[in-house]
């Protein structure tokens, strides 16, 4: 639990959960750049994390703890924009664990991994997100979507980049 900051601008949280903790539905979370060192779980909320300054400058690192984001609530529409999303180590998502209507954009998904499953970069489960403008690199799954792996949805990818991701067992 993020106890410092109040959330404004001259106070901004220490940690972005703490933002998703404290926000409401519709609230956007603005990011200031910098490395991160956490996992997020958006909590089932309808809530838009953006950074400030874009992909190269805004990162989240998982540190190999699960599922660097995990967007679940298949009615809602949380929106990602703009963070390199990395080091996540899941059983399936190890980058981007899925299960919603939402919108990741102008992302980097690198270095994250499933070592006994699916979606190594992201897992989408099921609704209809849309994932634009990102990219996905080196990322590796045991078995198949090492770059995402999409599973009962009707996810819309569009202008994205995919580049040495790896399944071992394919």
Not at 62 to 68: D, L, M, S, Y
Not at 114 to 125: I, L, R, S
Not at 137 to 162: D, H, M, P, R, W
Request: hydrophobic share 30%; glycine share 16%; charged share 15%.
């Amino acid at each position: 639990e993020d106890i410092s900051g109040s959330g404004e601008e001259i106070n901004p949280f220490a940690s972005i959960q703490g933002g998703i903790n404290f926000s409401q539905e519709g609230n956007s979370i603005l990011v200031n750049p910098g490395t991160y060192q956490e996992t997020i779980d958006y909590i089932n909320k309808e809530i838009h994390v953006v950074s400030q300054s874009g992909a190269a400058l805004t990162i989240i690192d998982g540190g190999g703890n699960g599922p660097v984001v995990k967007m679940w609530g298949e009615s809602t529409e949380p929106t990602l924009r703009g963070f390199t999303i990395q080091n996540g180590s899941a059983h399936e998502g190890g980058g981007l664990d899925i299960y919603c209507n939402g919108v990741i954009d102008s992302c980097i998904i690198t270095d994250n991994e499933t070592p006994t499953y699916f979606g190594g970069g992201a897992y989408v489960h099921a609704g209809t997100p849309t994932i634009s403008n990102t990219i996905f690199k080196n990322n590796e799954s045991f078995y198949g979507g090492a770059g995402i792996y999409l599973y009962g949805t009707q996810a819309l990818v569009e202008n994205c980049i995919f580049e040495n991701n790896h399944s071992y067992d394919m």
